[in-house]
């Protein structure tokens, strides 16, 4: 199945053995994973064991051996980050999404992983979300931010065509999207809470804004 | 483009380039760093440049996005040119103001401008700011003024300069020579002296060499590698073709973190445009010298910052170092003679060569010369990079630059040299910074990491935060290192969990010197620095932990405990609705009690209370 893909990205890399990272990065960012045939290619067409592929593909960071979620939650654990609290923001995204850091959520919908440092120190403790840096959280700003995520892939799941295992998830969205809801609703007296809500309506519309 | 053959052409060009831009009155220049970005920069850029078009004015004020300023505690920023005035921490909605008011009417907007958070005083322009006016920006000065995808911005600054002087004045022996004069240091954490290494690798026997641009910048908390490469990418790569030409490499790899995409994208586009102007590739302004370079992405492993893992991995293979007895100079990628300098050193080769190596030594201590950037990070009011003479002291760095601890807490240690560092106290503070004695303190200068900690962080959880760090990235090649830090880590995870013994500390400095003796890279050699300088500096919090089992900064969690005053409890039920593990009982205006056997030490209640009721101890 991959390997038509596989080919491809090898082509850019002239089959160059000494590029292997590079390449494994691009089907990563491809897959979000490595597959297992995908592999097995890079290994033959590179005439390389296929044993060094798995030991690169288990030695660095960057590569998962198991599919990655939609959304990727990266919490910054760098020092910065670590003196102004990030152990309970994980905590409290481990929490929220019943995952520990590193899994994902069995509906493949998030992958909660740590990353040593983003290099945006003074926003800390900083999670990104898709690319997105979020900075000064606190353990309850961070749980918000969960309920901000969700709102934000409903349009994505509009725009593909309803497969059987897609229409599961989206059957599961409506549920997850009431709570933060009804949680307005009970807030509707603070003027901050309803401030916060109006923030996250301008994100989404500058989100739908970028994808077209 | 033309290629810029001789010195007559880059002055005609960077002519041109000066009389384009002088054309132009007025500019606005925004950050346009990470840190930034993560603020939202972008999107004030995006309304500057449309509200301008709005009002007929696209063409007589320029909008520039640049790359870091170092100030990141307050972005998003713009400065006003020619006037020089600073505002911070704009918005979208501030942008319309801001043309209105400041570019047309010349008024100044009070709310926009940059308070002195110790004195409140306002500061209207940049350079007045204690923050900038107290730093000697070699490096880090063109930051400001220059388009990182723009090479013209390079040449208008003189970019590419120092590269003819070098490739058409100078013999590579000269080069060498000047390098080694000028004092410099390797900027990446080891401090040997760079001329000296550049030489050994231009004696080797072999004809083909290469050079590498060590870009993967692990050290967590330390962004000043990325902040150079993604500002001012020509600067980087004019140190390393002049470094190919003097050791005699024809070929360079940068190795960019792979958390850094847009370090990546910036560096890709310098090559890309650097490469047209004929600065990369054959006959490098006519010497018959010639050089290119490639961008490689790491793939996420701390221990790739070490020269050898490095070029393991740029080999294609797993990034494991090697026993160094044969150096990288004389085998290093693909076996073959590989000079590898961290981003900074590179940075500093251009100015060594233009302005001559006496004006570089006159900065700085009789072992370290020049300026070092400082990623000034934690508990600090100012956060942000940091370009400081070598030998000025921690303490006028923390307090002076970086504007004393937030809240009016106290200060408590600095921990400098990232995982391979220590920790330092108040009392060190009046330490100059200089690699030896900063080495002599028992931490190191290392890639320049500076995080301030302050009274309500636990030294004893930062030695065990830097072990398990660096028991997640080890290799697993050499056992001292492996199995070292996981019993390393397991003896302060017991320590902060309130299972500490009398023989913990001793354990821990066993472990330490073996260590030290036997592990086959720097990773595990200074990997008991953190722990070290704790126990050196901070003794009486281990013993608080191991003898009284408590945590004297309530960080360590299952050595604190949450109760809640009666006396003070309004019953707002504030502390009910956070609490994660819901073990918190009690109606509305009724006083409410922690369930201990459920408590999970979490803290929220504490965070949320408005009314000091919830008590730790």
């Known amino acids: 199945m991959a390997t038509q893909e596989v080919n491809r990205i090898l082509k850019r890399y002239g089959n160059d053995p000494t590029d292997i990272i590079a390449i494994l990065q691009d089907v990563q960012q491809r897959y979000r994973y490595l597959p297992k045939d995908a592999m097995e290619t890079l290994a033959t067409k590179l005439d390389i064991p296929l044993s060094r592929v798995y030991h690169l593909a288990t030695f660095f960071r960057a590569f998962s051996l198991e599919p990655r979620g939609k959304h990727e939650l990266h919490v910054c654990m760098g020092t910065a980050c670590h003196v102004r609290g990030a152990p309970r923001i994980l905590e409290a995204l481990e929490r929220g999404l019943k995952v520990r850091a590193g899994e994902t959520t069995p509906d493949l919908q998030y992958t909660l992983e740590t990353v040593n440092c983003v290099g945006a120190c003074a926003l800390g403790p900083v999670v990104v979300v898709d690319g997105q840096s979020k900075g000064k959280l606190n353990p309850q700003r961070a749980e918000r931010l969960l309920k901000q995520i969700e709102p934000e892939a409903a349009p994505k799941k509009k725009a593909e065509k309803a497969s059987p295992a897609k229409a599961k998830k989206t059957a599961a969205a409506p549920k997850k999207k009431k709570a933060p809801a009804r949680k307005a609703a009970s807030a509707v007296k603070k003027t901050s809470k309803t401030k916060k809500t109006a923030k996250g309506t301008a994100k989404k519309r500058t989100v739908k804004k970028a994808r077209r | 483009m033309e290629r810029i053959s001789s010195i007559e052409k880059l002055d005609t060009l960077r002519d041109k380039i000066l009389l384009k831009q002088g054309a132009v009155k007025r500019c606005l220049t925004l950050c346009g760093g ?51 005035i600073f505002y911070e921490q704009i918005g979208t909605k501030d942008v319309p103001e801001i043309i209105e008011k400041t570019l047309l009417k010349e008024e100044i907007i009070d709310r926009l401008v940059y308070k002195d958070p110790n004195t409140g005083k306002p500061i209207l322009k940049e350079i007045d700011i204690p923050f900038y006016r107290l730093q000697n920006r070699f490096l880090l000065g063109q930051n400001l003024v220059i388009d990182p995808t723009s090479i013209d911005d390079y040449i208008a600054q003189g970019g590419y300069k120092a590269l003819w002087k070098a490739l058409t004045q100078m013999s590579p022996e000269q080069i060498i020579e000047e390098v080694k004069l000028s004092g410099l240091r390797g900027r990446g954490g080891g401090g040997f002296p760079t001329g000296r290494k550049w030489e050994s690798c231009s004696k080797t026997e072999e004809l083909i060499r290469y050079v590498i641009c060590n870009a993967d910048e692990g050290d967590p908390g330390a962004y000043m590698d990325r902040s150079l490469l993604e500002g001012n990418p020509h600067k980087i790569l004019e140190g390393m073709i002049i470094g190919a030409y003097a050791i005699g490499a024809q070929q360079g790899y940068i190795y960019v973190r792979n958390e850094y995409p847009l370090a990546v994208t910036h560096a890709s586009q310098a090559l890309k445009d650097a490469r047209k102007y004929g600065f990369l590739g054959e006959n490098i302004f006519g010497s018959g010298f010639s050089f290119d370079a490639k961008i490689t992405r790491g793939g996420g492993a701390f221990v790739c910052g070490e020269s050898s893992a490095l070029m393991a991995s740029l080999e294609g293979r797993p990034g494991e170092p090697r026993a160094k007895y044969v150096h990288t100079v004389e085998k290093g990628l693909f076996n073959l003679p590989t000079n590898l300098n961290n981003v900074e050193s590179w940075a500093n080769v251009p ?25 000034l990070v934690g508990k600090i009011n100012n956060t942000g990079l940091v370009e400081a003479p070598m030998g000025m002291t921690l303490r006028e760095i923390i307090f002076d630059i970086g504007g004393g601890i937030p809240d009016g807490k106290a200060f408590k240690a600095v921990q400098t040299g990232g995982p391979s560092g220590g920790c330092l106290p108040e009392r060190m503070l009046d330490l100059p910074v200089d690699f030896d004695e900063l080495a002599k303190a028992g931490s190191m200068m290392g890639s320049g990491g500076m995080i301030v900690m302050d009274e309500e962080n636990c030294m004893v959880d930062v030695a065990r935060y830097f072990v398990t760090f660096l028991e997640e990235e080890s290799c697993g090649k050499c056992t001292p290192c492996r199995e070292g ?45 953190p722990v070290l300088t704790t126990i050196q500096y901070f003794r009486d919090e281990y013993e608080t932990h191991i003898r009284k089992k408590k945590c004297p900064a309530f960080v360590c969690r299952q050595l604190v405990h949450y109760s809640i005053l009666a006396k003070k409890c309004t019953g707002c039920q504030a502390c009910v609705r956070v609490c994660p593990a819901n073990c918190i009982s009690g109606k509305k205006k009724k006083v409410h009690v922690i369930d201990q056997s459920l408590c999970i030490h979490c803290g929220s209640c504490f965070d949320v209370c408005r009314f000091d009721a919830v008590k730790r101890k």
Do not use: W
Request: hydrophobic share 35%; with cysteine.
């Open chain 2, 351 to 375: 100015m060594i060569i233009l302005d001559g190596a006496d004006k570089f030594a006159r900065i700085g201590t009789k072992g370290s010369k020049g300026t070092k950037i400082f990623s």
């Open chain 2, 485 to 529: 830090l996981r019993r390393m880590k397991d003896i302060l995870t017991d320590v902060c969990e309130g299972r500490g013994k009398e023989d913990s500390i001793k354990q821990l400095e066993r472990l330490s010197v073996a260590m030290k003796a036997a592990s086959l890279c720097e990773l595990g050699r200074t990997a008991a620095n």
């Open chain 2, 34 to 84: 990470t840190g930034c970005r993560a603020y939202g920069c972008m999107e004030v850029v995006e309304a500057f440049k449309g509200e301008l078009k709005k009002r007929g004015l696209a063409r007589k004020v320029a909008v520039k996005t640049t790359g870091c300023h170092g100030f990141c505690e307050r972005g998003p920023m713009v400065l006003i040119s020619p006037e020089g």
